[in-house]
């Protein structure tokens, strides 16, 4: 499975971003799908994550209540929803795709990563 994840950008804190993460060479619909997220100096860390039915959803606390994952499975398409963005958000955005429904929050759940999209927010 191939993922290239877009959407990233410059936003003011408050302001809001939509990523998409677009996924070829696989049955989409078969996959969980996650985004993770990278500060510099830090490690990756979960942010959200939808199962292969979209039935179900995570999130990290840190973003509860602030942004949404959805998917889209005829276009084999998982999207993040990002509202009320605060500089604390700032990072390398990477989705991840799952065939199943195994460690979702966790980096080692995924067996294939897009290559990620930068998104900055200002103060």
């Known amino acids: 499975v191939q993922l290239q994840a877009s959407g990233g950008g410059l936003v003011q804190a408050g302001g809001s971003l939509r990523l998409s993460c677009a996924a070829s060479?696989?049955?989409?619909?078969?996959?969980?799908m996650g985004w993770f997220r990278q500060a510099p100096g830090k490690e990756r860390e979960f942010v959200a994550a939808?199962?292969?039915?979209?039935?179900?959803?995570y999130y990290a606390d840190s973003v509860k209540g602030r942004f949404t994952i959805s998917r889209d499975n005829a276009k084999n398409t998982v999207f993040l929803q990002m509202n009320s963005l605060k500089p604390e958000d700032t990072g390398v955005y990477y989705c991840a795709a799952e065939p199943g429904a195994g460690h979702l929050t966790r980096v080692y759940g995924y067996d294939y990563w897009g290559q990620g999209t930068l998104v900055t927010v200002s103060s």
């Open positions: 939808i199962s292969w039915r979209g039935g179900s959803t």
């Open positions: 060479g696989g049955i989409f619909s078969r996959y969980s």
